[in-house]
């Protein structure tokens, strides 16, 4: 079992570091791909569906931008965790599979149900797509989870 205690100051901030680009990433990543499959592609919903076509197009570009500017801190960090050969790649990948299964069960959870400003697909029986949706996002959680916790040397 693997904790910050269990590393020097220095260790410890360069594993924050790599969690912070490595969630930035998977934030932005996992934003990108609903914003274009579900958004654009598929057409299922918007990012805000409870006012006009105009106001649901605007929310997607807003929704848009902040999944670019989260991909691109978290490469930017990435890039600066390689340059300071710094880069924990087993950690950063946990910090990747965080942040996109933390974005996706907040989006399943807060958005689709309790504050319901859009829902993944508006069918009769839209459980089954938000039962898959909140899986998907714990096992990313999860795999995250042991990601960030295995024991490893710098690069593993």
Do not use: P
């Amino acid at each position: 079992m693997d904790s910050a205690k269990s590393y020097s100051s220095n260790e410890a901030n360069n594993l924050r570091r790599n969690l912070f680009s490595g969630i930035f990433f998977g934030l932005g990543l996992v934003a990108f791909l609903d914003e274009m499959l579900f958004h654009q592609l598929l057409h299922w919903h918007h990012f805000y569906d409870n006012s006009s076509t105009k106001i649901g197009l605007i929310s997607d570009g807003l929704f848009h931008a902040f999944s670019w500017f989260a991909t691109i801190a978290g490469l930017f960090l990435f890039a600066d965790l390689r340059r300071r050969n710094e880069l924990m790649v087993t950690k950063w990948w946990g910090g990747v599979l965080l942040g996109c299964g933390a974005f996706q069960l907040y989006d399943g959870i807060i958005q689709h149900k309790i504050m319901r400003i859009h829902q993944i697909r508006y069918v009769d029986n839209v459980m089954v797509y938000d039962v898959i949706w909140n899986i998907i996002a714990l096992l990313m959680t999860i795999i995250g989870i042991i990601l960030v916790r295995k024991r490893g040397n710098k690069h593993a």
